[in-house]
């Protein structure tokens, strides 16, 4: 059973988990009921875990229940194991499954049990817990020819502790004889949180028997069991049952019984004794599952050259069961590690499963004590069969890695408890399910065997247990005596027997450190150290440090990680040299492997916890691992899943770092560990660690920190100055010829500063440094002393001149070169799919995003370097190629044969970073614009509709309001399988296919408007340098929502872009650590980082845009714009071109703004953050109008909001009140830009709302009065507010009563306020934000029952809703989509407990998805 990945997956839950591992599951509220039974041992299922269970997640019925053993275990001590007077041989077990809500899911059965008599008894005690016995047809027979009954005098129930039946009888059983005990029984209720057992049995592991099952279900179903079926008969009475009856199994312990009945789908495997059962609707998600089955089944087969012992083996998967559970022949899943939404599955937990067929179902436990022969083998196996089938993924490496420093971090502690446990009371049977311990521990146990006795005498050993003890019950002598014959007779000459090496690893708790120290003595030539009980000397861990650095390549990757982990945590207790402590984080900067990087992750807060200045030490671990990440992501190797894996964890860890929990909790969490562990040890650790520092003084190790070597020189000189490139390509799309490409570049400058250096960008390309030539403008040559090159920061090539260059001199500099293409979408990439004909075929394209036009063509690559560009490509004749500009003529390559060159027109004067070609088999799909083509492979042509309805319609609008006609002649969308988002290469856009091409013609209206916005956000005009990347991105993403709602009118997409992007920012904002708009760049690294940051760029810099817009209002907005682009066309722009022009345009259409432009938005753009503005009624009157005072302050996600930061906005103040309800009047009413000021409001009983449409970028809060007011009305069916106002109301009460600044009884009132709405708006505000509100209840459960309720209302309200009135289709259709989402999030089977956690999760699997998509150059962020 997988209970370990029950607490990893839901750690707040781990009871609750158990409890569902039982016995059912009800889907209600569907077609189908389904109902699974697994008769896991009661005491693992039944007894709640307080040791494993952190926080204070544990249910109130779980609470109740522990009080209930504590008072038991007092006076019941000790007698909760079964007698063993009788011994179970075979069951025979008939149940009926009422899976019907009218029947209460009620289940009734008989079961009859043959055992033996061992020890003449007058009572039989078997295992029940809440089952009801008709107890007058109980039977006791004697097994013989006789049949004999024997008499029963009285049955005792105890359901608190042990959970025994015991039957008295009237006379005593005879040892040596067979009995047959028949009970007939029934339960009830079967809840998904409370376990019963299914039947009356002996429910210990070692006493194993045989089961043959019958199963009565209703038609409707069917059922499935441990083994095939054999026939199946209707039951007359009653009606419409079905009796299944089942072949008798194996000899196997009662906890492996399992049942399921319900309405599944066998999927069959190549394997035909397996199939994935799971649930008609999902049957085509089971590819992984069907795959990874037979192959993990044929591992274990081969290996241990054992069969699986039975008929059939099905893999079910089934909804809201948690982790796994290895039932034989019936392994239960949870649905989504089986059936991905992706077809995938989990191959470990699959893994783990099957394993235990073996480890655990063949072979078991004689007891609990030592569950890790099933649990920590199983975990072994895992890792092992896993690597076999996954080359991909290191798992062996990762058991030895994650999981011994998890297991190491639980042994660490002086309350850890040995492997073998003791288990001295039914709840200790917990203990033998702990993750880190029996799982990890156990698992490494097993690893460190492996390595003692080599693979091929582990296996042999294990071999030779499984024989031995095939259906039988086993100690750990079992095992250690199968591996010591193994190592014996294959003349392993091991000084200490398998026994003696292991057990005190698995009978003694904690681990061993081990000090080695060079003794400086030398013998027979030879270095003597002391070893004692891995620690190494100062000398010893600088050198071990030191061949890290120079030969990486020789330590394996296991064994770096445990110097990281050793070095750091041995850092942490002050048992090494504090200036060898400093080197540990600096080896990671270059580290490039997974394993590595996953236990770094886990260990270098220590690092932090351990400095003196923990700000300085969190600075430095960042730089480091965002150079990692820089390292990896520019790596040209083929990017192999362990290393998307590794940017990944990278990522997620820079985001650690940066986030919230970087300055407050997680160094303050992580010191909260440490200190609990200093707490609870009652002697100084460091003696258990019998530690000697070493005496001798040392040379401190020249230690440089590497970080202080690298520049801050990253940014081109001015002092020349491009004009024009010739870019000639031939690129070899074969894989026979490695996907190289070569060309020449000619570029032409002139210098404006005299030099004796030309500096460009060139990363990775190889120079023909010999036929590199440099003109002047006569045409002479002028002399290169030599080249060097940086290809790890700068990306630098750098041509040092024998002469200088002449200030005002024009050159032209000439340079062959050759590189490789990548295979992922970064500088000039291929890709494949496969054709009509069933082959492979090939493309290519660019993907320079920001940096990356460096890797296809050396050049000047910043933005500010605008140029025309003349390109040609030359490639094989059965392709066709594409640039940013028409072609101009194809003409034979001279020199290769089947070769072509197309030539194209020159361009007009434009950055680097968006020059493009595409190569391939593709086809021009025209559109209603003769300028404009949707461009896909030919298989697809016929998918485009929508994208070509809609690009004449994008181009329009915008032509129509920006008045500057596109100034290129051809506009090519072209669709690339494996894109990420959009790249506005100027006539040539580049898109993931599926967004201008899906299924049923499809496209993405706003990924299509984001990309041609671009034509003239950015392209046209473009952003200086990427501190301003918002002129770019921010103002794009604006003008998408502006323009799409003119395109598609049926969806108003500025009201998205009010609640949506506005949302996105101010989360983002509300964090201490969050950057301003204008983003710092101090290395390479902070252009994507920074300058691509999806919540900040895109979402905080298109609301920006909105509130420019909103302020202006659209007439003097637009004619700003249009100054703007006719202004700085072909050049570049900083903010302050946008807001003088702006201004201008304000002044010019009278809006009588007190303020500039520049003066109201600046602050936004230049400070980082979101205002809260409180509004306050202070009861005093003027002139018969309300003085209210409105105050600002910074919001920051802290309690109260109480911190230091003192920044002030300029902040426009619009209202409207019941008397004056003009929420479409957005001029400035007052300017807030103070602190505090005071506004008159007129209307006595008027409720006030600030914020009109959310035109300004903040949030607001009220005194309790005024927002009763807001609130009355609100719930008033006939409220008059727009639905961007309701939808702030709402998300700015939900954030601000989570931080304890609003009174709770107007809190409370917030979600039934969502009752009548029915606006998608609000209702995508409020999914993101009403988690909040049962993370700030006392009774979380019963404020989750309460959000159900007002969410299945809302969905119910719509879905009648959509035949009465007519809203707009799609929208409609969106909202209903959204609720059920919602509902389903909610009634998750761990919602209770999860919700928040999984809430924080989406979001930031969605920042996760967007840094993803940010990375790979993508200047498009996702849009759904
Ligand atoms: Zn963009």
């Known amino acids: 059973m997988d209970c370990q990945r029950v607490l990893e997956r839901f750690p707040e839950n781990a009871t609750a988990g158990r409890w569902a591992l039982l016995p059912t599951i009800l889907r209600m509220g569907s077609r189908t009921h389904w109902q699974s039974i697994s008769l896991t041992p009661l005491p693992l299922c039944s007894i ?108 005792e129930y105890e359901w608190d502790y042990a959970k025994f039946q015991t039957i008295f009888l009237t006379e005593s059983l005879v040892a040596g004889h067979d009995y047959r005990l028949t009970i007939p029984y029934s339960g009830t209720h079967l809840e998904p949180t409370s376990s019963r057992a299914l039947y009356p049995c002996f429910d210990e592991p070692g006493l194993k028997a045989t089961f043959s099952i019958t199963v009565g279900h209703t038609n409707k179903y069917q059922a499935f069991t441990n083994m095939p079926l054999t026939s199946s008969a209707v039951d007359p009475d009653p009606p419409n049952i079905i009796w299944d009856y089942h072949e008798t199994t194996v000899v196997m312990s009662p906890y492996l019984v399992a049942i399921i009945v319900g309405d599944f789908t066998r999927v069959p495997t190549s394997d035909p004794r397996q199939f994935i059962l799971v649930r008609d609707e999902v049957t085509n998600l089971t590819g992984d599952a069907a795959v990874f089955a037979p192959a993990i089944l044929n591992e274990m087969e081969t290996r241990l050259s054992t069969p699986f012992p039975l008929p059939k083996l099905d893999h079910a998967g089934l909804v809201g069961f948690s982790g796994g559970m290895e039932n034989y022949g019936l392994i239960f899943y949870n649905e989504d590690e089986v059936a991905r939404s992706d077809g995938s599955a989990s191959l470990t937990l699959m893994a783990h499963e099957t394993s235990h067929m073996w480890t655990g179902n063949l072979v078991t436990c004689q007891w609990w004590d030592v569950a890790w022969l099933n649990e920590g083998m199983t975990h072994f196996f895992t890792y092992f069969i896993a690597e076999k089938i996954d080359r991909k993924f290191p798992y062996f490496d990762k058991l030895g890695t994650e999981m011994m420093d998890k297991a190491m971090g639980y042994d660490f502690k002086p309350s850890a408890l040995p492997m073998v446990i003791p288990i001295i009371q039914p709840n200790d049977i917990s203990n033998a399910f702990g993750g880190d311990l029996i799982y990890k521990r156990g698992g490494n146990i097993g690893r460190m065997m492996y390595y003692l006795l080599g693979e091929e005498v582990l296996i042999e050993g ?87 650095k120079v030969s990486r390549k020789t330590f394996p990757n296991t064994n770096v990680a445990a110097i990281i982990s050793d070095g750091l945590q041995l850092c942490r207790l002050n048992l090494v040299d504090p200036d060898v402590c400093k080197r540990f984080p600096e080896k990671l900067r270059n580290e490039r492997s997974l394993i590595v990087w996953l236990t770094a992750a886990k260990n270098l807060h220590t690092a932090i916890a351990n400095a003196a200045d923990t700000t300085a030490e969190l600075t430095r671990i960042k730089k480091i691992v965002k150079k990692a990440e820089f390292n990896v992501m520019r790596s040209r190797e083929v990017m192999t899943p362990e290393h998307e894996s590794l940017l990944d964890l990278l990522r997620n860890f820079s985001k650690h770092l940066e986030g919230p929990n970087a300055t407050r909790s997680y160094i303050s969490s992580h010191e909260a560990f440490w200190d609990k562990i200093f707490e609870d040890k009652e002697q100084d650790l460091k003696m258990q660690f019998s530690h000697h520092k070493i005496g001798t003084v040392l040379e401190t190790a020249a230690y440089r920190e590497e970080s202080e070597t690298i520049s801050q020189e990253f940014r081109l000189p001015t002092k020349i100055i491009p004009s024009h490139y010739d870019v000639d390509i031939v690129a070899k799309l074969d894989p026979d010829e490695n996907f190289t490409f070569f060309g020449t570049v000619d570029i032409f400058f002139t210098c404006v500063e005299a030099t004796d250096s030309i500096i460009l960008h060139n990363w990775l390309l190889l120079v023909d440094e010999a036929n590199v030539l440099l003109q002047d403008q006569s045409g002479n040559l002028l002399n290169i002393d030599h080249h060097e090159y940086d290809w790890d920061y700068a990306e630098f090539q750098k041509i040092f001149l024998v002469d200088p260059l002449e200030l005002g001199n024009n050159y032209k500099l000439t340079i062959p070169y050759a590189g490789n293409m990548s295979s992922v979408p970064s500088g000039l990439w291929y890709g494949s799919y496969v054709g009509d004909q069933g082959s492979v075929e090939y493309f290519a394209g660019t993907q320079h995003g920001t940096v990356s036009t460096r890797a296809v063509f050396p050049c000047f690559d910043e933005p500010a370097f605008k140029a025309t560009f003349r390109i040609s490509v030359g490639h094989h004749s059965k392709y066709s190629a594409f640039s940013n500009m028409p072609l101009v003529e194809t003409i034979p390559h001279p020199d290769l044969s089947d070769y072509v060159t197309d030539y194209f027109e020159i361009s007009p004067v434009m950055s680097t970073y968006i020059v493009a070609i595409v190569i391939g088999d593709y086809t021009r799909v025209p559109t209603d614009d003769p300028k404009q083509f949707v461009l896909v492979r030919d298989e697809i042509t016929g998918l485009t509709g929508d994208a070509v309805n809609y690009v004449p319609d994008i181009l329009r609008e915008m032509e129509a309001r920006f008045l500057i006609p596109y100034p290129l002649p051809k506009l090519d969308h072209a669709g690339l399988i494996g894109f990420g988002g959009g790249m506005e290469n100027y006539g040539l856009i580049l898109y993931v296919e599926d967004g201008i091409a899906s299924e049923e013609g499809k496209a993405n209206l706003e990924l299509l408007t984001h990309e041609i916005a671009h034509m003239w956000a950015g392209n046209l005009v473009t952003c200086e340098w990427w501190d301003v990347s918002w002129l770019n991105e921010g103002m794009t993403e604006f003008f998408t929502f502006l323009i799409a709602g003119f395109v598609d009118t049926t969806y108003p997409y500025m009201d998205l872009l009010a609640t949506r992007l506005m949302e996105v920012g101010m989360d983002y904002d509300s964090d201490s650590s969050a950057l301003p708009l204008v983003v710092p760049i101090n290395e390479p690294a902070d252009i994507d980082q920074n300058a691509f940051n999806g919540p900040l760029i895109y979402y905080r810099g298109g609301a920006i845009g909105g509130v420019i817009y909103q302020l202006l209002g659209d007439q003097a907005f637009l004619a700003g714009i249009q100054t703007y682009f006719a202004q700085h066309m072909f050049q570049t722009v900083r903010e302050e071109d946008l807001f003088l022009a702006l201004n201008t345009a304000a002044e010019e259409a009278g809006l009588g703004l007190e303020y500039s432009v520049a003066d109201l938005i600046s602050p936004f753009t230049n400070q980082a953050g979101v205002p809260l503005v409180t509004v306050t009624n202070t009861g005093v009157k003027e002139n018969g109008k309300s003085v209210y005072t409105v105050s600002q302050r910074r919001l920051l996600n802290v309690m109260n909001n109480e911190h230091n930061d003192d920044t002030l906005w300029p902040i426009v103040l619009t209202w409207a009140t019941s008397s004056a309800p003009d929420f479409e009047d957005k001029t400035p009413k007052a300017y807030l830009t103070e602190a505090s000021m005071t506004v008159t409001i007129a209307g006595d009983d008027d409720w006030v709302l600030f914020n009109n449409k959310r035109s300004g970028y903040y949030r607001v809060n009220y005194d309790t009065v005024t927002w009763t007011k807001i609130l009355d009305a609100l719930e008033n069916a006939g409220n008059p507010f727009p639905d961007t106002n309701i939808a702030a109301v709402i998300s ?133």
């Open 48 to 155: 709640p875990m307080p040791k494993t269970v952190k926080g204070t997640g544990i249910m109130h019925f779980a609470k109740a229940l522990i009080g209930a053993l504590l008072i038991a275990v007092s006076t019941n001590a000790q007698n909760f194991r079964l007698p063993l007077n009788v011994i179970p041989s075979h069951y025979d077990i008939e149940v009926q499954v009422k899976l019907d809500p009218a029947e209460d899911f009620t289940f009734s059965g008989i079961v009859s049990i043959n055992f033996t008599c061992v020890e003449a008894t007058d009572t039989v005690v078997i295992h029940n817990y809440n089952l009801t016995v008709d107890e007058a047809n109980v039977v006791l027979q004697a097994r013989d020819e006789s049949g004999t009954s024997v008499g029963i005098d009285r049955h």
């Open 462 to 548: 294990m071999k030779n247990y499984f024989a031995d003890n095939q259906f039988k019950s086993v100690t750990e002598e079992h095992l250690f005596t199968a591996l010591n014959n193994a190592a014996e007779a294959a003349g392993l000459e091991l000084e200490y027997s398998v026994s003696e090496l292991i057990s005190p690893f698995t009978n003694q708790a904690g681990y061993p450190l081990v000090n080695v120290t060079n003794t400086g003595v030398k013998e027979d030539g030879k270095s003597v150290y002391k070893v004692s009980q891995v620690n190494y000397d100062t000398v010893t861990w600088n050198k071990i440090l030191d061949a890290l």
């Open 1292 to 1424: 700015d009460a939900l954030e601000l009563c989570l931080l304890g600044l609003v009174d709770p009884d107007v809190c409370d009132r917030i979600p039934n306020t969502l009752g009548n709405q029915t606006s998608l708006f609000v209702w995508i505000s409020a999914v993101r934000n009403l988690h909040k509100s049962i993370a700030r209840a006392a009774d979380e459960v019963a404020e989750l029952n309460r959000i159900k309720e007002i969410v299945n209302r809302a969905e119910f309200d719509t879905s009648m809703r959509t035949r009465k009135e007519s809203m707009p289709d799609d929208q409609h259709k969106k909202l209903l989509n959204l609720l059920k989402d919602f509902k389903h999030h909610l009634e998750g089977s761990n919602a209770a407990n999860t919700f928040i956690s999984l809430d924080e999760e989406l979001r930031n699997k969605r920042l996760q998805q967007q840094q993803k998509d940010m990375i790979r150059r993508i200047s498009h962020d996702e849009h759904s």
